[in-house]
């Protein structure tokens, strides 16, 4: 079993940054590839972006390519995602994701989650 911990969300004001970090645990630690996806209200879980196991390989929504970069320290157990030029539209709860056996962007591919990390963007 995988334990992830988001941490680093927030209010920002448009235009500003976040850097968002989730913390893996457990019994045994997989290498499994790691993904960031966010839910707004009322809409569906978005992937946003996702990172293989060597951090060589990655992958963004359109939506966020060029401002967001994700990003992971094996040796702390931790994947980043660091936010640039927030928009009101990136409003919405975050959630780290692992456990899936290639890099991804589907959801249903990723087996652990956490509880996510709100991020809020004013305008």
């Known amino acids: 079993q995988v334990q992830l911990v988001e941490s680093g969300g927030g209010l920002v004001q448009a235009g500003g940054s976040l850097r968002l970090s989730c913390a893996a645990s457990?019994?045994?630690?997989?290498?499994?590839?790691m993904a960031w996806f966010r839910q707004a209200p009322g809409k569906e879980r978005e992937f946003v972006a996702a990172?293989?196991?060597?951090?060589?390989?990655?992958y963004y929504a359109d939506s966020v390519k060029g401002r967001f970069t994700i990003s992971r320290d094996n040796a702390k157990n931790t994947v980043y995602l660091r936010m640039n030029s927030l928009k009101p539209d990136d409003t919405a709860v975050y959630y780290c994701a692992a456990g899936a056996l290639i890099l991804t962007h589907v959801a249903p591919e990723y087996d652990y989650w956490g509880q996510g990390t709100q991020v809020t963007v004013s305008s």
């Open positions: 990172i293989s196991w060597s951090g060589g390989s990655t």
């Open positions: 457990g019994r045994t630690f997989s290498s499994f590839a």
